[in-house]
Structures are given as C-alpha cells and as structure tokens.
C-alpha cells in the first residue's frame, strides 16, 4: 500500500464549479499536510499548509484534514480556467515528506 | 516570502557532456534541500536529499556518481549531470526547506535535453 493515495483524474468541472480534492493516507505519525498546484512545465506551488487536524480557508481554497480518517481535501469555490492545474498533496511525519501523484484538473470556459 | 530560485531554466547539450543546475533560495536558509525528476505527466520522484556542508542522501536507483549533488551552503545547492545520455533528458525540479517549517518550497524546475 502506498503511503498516500490520490486519484489522478483527469478531473474536468465547468467554470464555477466547486471542486474537491482529495488524498488518503496509511501513516498515522503524519502531522504536516500540503497541497501544491503545478502548472504545465513549472515547478510546484504551495498553495496550503496545515498542521494536524481541521480547517484552513485562503480566499476560493479550503483545506481540511481528517486525521481520524487519513483523509485530507482541497475545495476550491468558483473554479476558473486559471485554476486548470495538476494538484499534488503532500504529508511529512518530520523525517520524510510523501507526494501524492496528482490530481489533473481542468476548468472549462 | 519563500522563493527558491533554479538556473539555468532550460538547457540543451550533447550526448557525453556535463550539466550543472544551481538551486538557490533567495530569501531563507534552506537546511535541506530536495533534487526530484519529473516525466511529463507523471508525479515527482525524489533523486536525492541534500544537508548543507554534508553528503546527499540517494534514493535507490538514482547514481549517486552520475547525479552529483553539492550543497555548499545554506542558499546554494547545485546538480550535476555528468556525461549526460538522451535518456536523463527530464525536467528537474529542487526544492528547500528551513529549520522549523515542515514544508518545501519548489524551485521553477529546469528542462533538460540531451541530444
């Protein structure tokens, strides 16, 4: 079994769709949860960061972390085309970070 | 805040000729510092983990001769490609991380070809 799991899509909503996001995890020792946006031939952005458990919001992202489920979302309200992105999210246990494998979305006009 | 910086952007080079990638992070120290190869369309994989002033730390199945890793100081850490062959042609992306933070920060990758 995989350390984390994620769906790799592709994933494609209409514009202003909200959008979900998600991994699972094995390892119950993670305490740091990142999603990061990649664009086509760029590196990853951080895009959230939360420690343990619970809800962090950044304008149209949501992040939440279900760590009695392993179990972590992105939500991204009123979805744009510019949003249309590989999403990669990531945990680290303090000793060593796990990517997911990416979530392809796309946006449509 | 955060910003890591990777030169050249894109580089392309004969079959048997060396390459060398900096990686800088512009506005912290970077204690560690992460080297990942990516295919189009596929995940990050981790190549190595790099300390300032120490050995990097290879995943298995990268070569640790081929793919030299220095990190030289707590902003600068550099790849080297060494006799590279149209197969490492990839795009290679480094990342950073400070003391007291759980998280990396990604440079902007570079595309490398061998021809």
């Known amino acids: 079994q995989k350390e984390v799991e994620q769906d790799p899509g592709p994933l494609s909503v209409p514009e202003g769709a909200i959008v979900s996001l998600n991994c699972t995890y094995s390892?119950?020792?993670?305490?740091?949860f990142m999603w990061y946006r990649q664009y086509s031939r760029k590196g990853p952005e951080l895009l959230m960061y939360?420690?343990?458990?619970g809800n962090k919001e950044d304008g149209r992202f949501t992040a939440q972390v279900d760590k009695s489920s392993k179990y972590i979302s992105l939500f991204i309200r009123d979805s744009q085309p510019s949003d249309s992105a590989t999403y990669l999210c990531?945990?680290?246990?303090?000793?060593?970070?796990?990517f997911g494998t990416g979530t392809s979305l796309t946006v449509i006009p | 805040g955060a910003v890591v910086s990777q030169h050249p952007s894109w580089v392309i080079c004969k079959s048997g000729t060396s390459v060398k990638i900096e990686c800088r992070s512009l506005?912290?120290?970077?204690?560690?510092m992460f080297w990942y190869r990516q295919f189009p369309k596929q995940s990050l994989m981790l190549m190595a983990t790099?300390?300032?002033?120490?050995?990097?730390?290879?995943e298995q199945g990268v070569e640790k001769d081929k793919f030299l890793i220095n990190h030289a100081s707590l902003t600068l850490s550099t790849l080297t490609v060494t006799s590279a062959h149209p197969e490492d042609s990839s795009f290679y992306i480094c990342?950073?991380?400070?003391?007291?933070?759980?998280?990396?920060?990604f440079g902007p990758g570079t595309r490398l070809l061998v021809l």
């Open positions: 939360t420690y343990s458990s």
């Open positions: 790099s300390n300032e002033g120490s050995k990097a730390t290879y």
């Open positions: 506005d912290f120290q970077a204690t560690t």
């Open positions: 990531a945990m680290s246990d303090s000793n060593q970070f796990y």
């Open positions: 390892n119950s020792a993670f305490q740091y």
């Open positions: 990342s950073a991380e400070t003391a007291g933070e759980e998280t990396q920060y």
